[in-house]
């Protein structure tokens, strides 16, 4: 069996040019009807009500965001544009770190705080907050590290990295439990996946771009706009002939016959990114195989879950 930087191989096929487009190929505009954008969140208003900010700003039918952030939270907030909005569930389930300042509700030595606060680390069991959007039921979730940046008197900056649903200000609770009380009174949320603040974007410097291509043709809009390819880099990937794209951007699953490589690791039911030889987004799916049958066996290899490309975007090629 082939492999190649992190890949088996089982057909070495060339992508033909009249056909597709690479992603750093794309317009401004196909940016803006299929991109991703990590904003600079502010405090005040609600993730969905940001969302509607950047819509409107780019006059979009519709447009997504993923990992809410409360109203008084800011940082970063992926938002997708238009057709992006179909790769919202590969952003979903990133691991989260945030910053933020706990206010402790009495007086707490160094030492007793660290103590208290490495019973929190590994997995721990929280109830979502009354102004949830998901059912008040017991869950666990894993934090995986909780360091103290500063402390003055009752008020501890710190820095949290834990998984996707973890609540934060419930955590601050739970320690101030053990330490005779604390409330978060800060939070600002510094990477989503690996989203950090060298991603983000403020909303001003994103009017402002947007305005200046509109009015000039300037295109510094592109340094904003990530292709929606970003949205899948840590999905595992497989890649599939000119051949097959048009019967999959036409929602049908994914033979063995149509693959050219598929990353080493694959299981069965995991989400997958489907790719073009161009490095296009084709569709997410789910594995049917593991990644070694889908070199070996002739047989259904992904399901096909939701179609990104365009229908139009390779014709009915035939099969080589």
């Known amino acids: 069996m082939r492999e190649k930087d992190g890949f088996f191989v089982k057909s070495e096929d060339v992508s033909r040019l009249e056909y597709g487009k690479y992603p750093g190929a794309r317009s401004v505009e196909e940016l803006i009807r299929n991109g991703l954008i990590i904003l600079d969140k502010w405090p005040g208003p609600t993730s969905h009500d940001v969302v509607a900010t950047v819509k409107k700003l780019f006059a979009l039918p519709r447009a997504g965001h993923s990992g809410t952030l409360d109203p008084a939270v800011s940082g970063v907030l992926p938002i997708a544009l238009d057709n992006a909005c179909k790769a919202i569930p590969a952003l979903q389930g990133l691991d989260k770190e945030y910053a933020g300042v706990m206010h402790l509700h009495k007086d707490v030595d160094d030492v007793t705080l660290e103590r208290n606060i ?45 998984q996707a649903g973890t609540y934060v200000r419930t955590l601050c609770h739970q320690i101030g439990k053990e330490t005779g009380g604390a409330n978060m009174t800060e939070l600002r949320r510094i990477r989503a996946g690996r989203f950090n603040e060298s991603f983000l974007v403020k909303i001003q410097d994103l009017s402002d771009a947007y305005m200046d291509w509109k009015e000039n043709g300037d295109e ?28 999959i951007a036409n929602g049908s699953p994914l033979y063995t016959g149509g693959i050219c490589f598929v990353q080493k690791g694959i299981k069965p039911g995991e989400l997958t990114a489907i790719m073009s030889l161009k490095g296009e987004l084709v569709a997410l799916a789910k594995s049917a195989l593991n990644a070694e049958e889908m070199i070996k066996r002739k047989a259904l290899a992904v399901k096909t879950d939701r179609v990104i490309i365009e229908k139009g975007a390779y014709p009915k090629l035939k099969k080589e």
């Open 220 to 247: 510094k809009l592109r340094e904003y706009i990530l292709p929606v390819e970003a949205a899948v880099e840590h999905l595992p990937k497989v890649i599939i002939k000119d051949s097959a794209v048009h019967s």
């Open 118 to 162: 490495k019973k929190f680390i590994g997995e721990i069991k929280q109830r979502p907050p009354v102004r949830s959007a998901v059912a008040r039921k017991e869950r666990a979730r894993h934090v995986y590290s909780f360091e103290i940046l500063d402390k003055d008197h009752k008020d501890v900056a710190f820095r949290v990295a834990a």
